[in-house]
């Protein structure tokens, strides 16, 4: 099973920028940002697959830039603009052909996460 590991969490205050980064231990065919804010669902953020493909959640298209390196094994996720409702625990995930890129149920590998903070 593969392993991620994120980093870049942070507190910043509103409008300003982040950069997450995960590391996997090996490569995989789809990788994901999900979050999750105290007592919510984790949802799904961004997905990009091997070929770039990349798909956004509504809520953070136009303000966050998902992209992955394959030589390298490794995902980032770039957040202008924050708000303070972008504040949640950030999540790095992997998946082989997920039907549906921001589905969690699709995804069988998880980072243990990174906290985002963003004040009004």
């Known amino acids: 099973q593969v392993q991620l590991a994120e980093s870049g969490g942070g507190s910043v205050q509103a409008g300003g920028s982040l950069r997450l980064s995960c590391k996997a231990s090996a490569y995989t065919y789809n990788m994901a940002w999900f979050r999750q804010a105290p007592g919510k669902e984790r949802e799904g953020v961004a997905a990009i697959d091997r070929f770039g493909t990349r798909t956004y959640a509504e809520s953070v298209k136009g303000r966050f830039t998902v992209s992955r390196d394959n030589a390298e094994n490794t995902l980032w996720l770039l957040m202008n603009s924050l708000k303070p409702e972008d504040t949640a625990t950030y999540y790095c995930?992997?998946?082989?052909?997920?039907?549906?890129?921001?589905?969690?149920?699709?995804?069988?590998?998880w980072g243990q996460g990174t906290q985002v903070t963003v004040s009004s």
């Open positions: 995930a992997a998946a082989d052909w997920p039907e549906s890129v921001l589905n969690r149920n699709e995804y069988y590998s």
